[in-house]
């Protein structure tokens, strides 16, 4: 945990908040068929970190932590009797549909678009720039999650 604490403020009407800031997102996490490979792919290719594998055997549930540089993590989890998503990342849906990861510059999104593709990725879209002012690129993980990569 990153030992962070909501701080209440009270508003211009009286009603009580969180202050501006204080909130952030502290992991997002995937279900996978694969764990070793799904984690081998976040810490190659986004330089992630792991922690040890947790192993529950009474649920025979296993996971990982990956954390990334400025604090965002990734929990990967992997449970036989979780069936597989009925979400396709092409045609998309309501609800979460892709992870965007920030290389910090538009020749990295190429750099990392060309890496992806010659690694044998699924590259959906891009780079691009996009109408609303990013420079991005669209690709599959390993288990055919849409990822997004800009600058």
Known sequence: MSGRHAINVQDPQGRMGIAPGATQIEHVAIYTKDLEALRAFYL??????????????????RSYFLSFSDGARLELMQMGSVP?????????AT?????????????????????????????????????????????????????EITE
């Open 44 to 61: 190659k290719y986004f330089g992630a970190t792991s922690n040890d594998l947790y192993v529950n055997p009474r649920k025979g549930f």
């Open 84 to 92: 597989d998503s009925l979400n396709d990342p092409i045609a998309q």
């Open 95 to 147: 609800g979460i549909i892709h992870i965007a990861f920030s290389l910090g510059s538009r020749s990295e999104v190429d750099r990392m678009t060309e890496r992806l593709r010659g690694d044998g990725f699924r590259i959906l879209d891009g780079p691009r720039q996009t109408g609303d002012g990013y420079y991005e690129c669209a690709f599959l993980d390993p288990d055919g999650n849409r990822i």
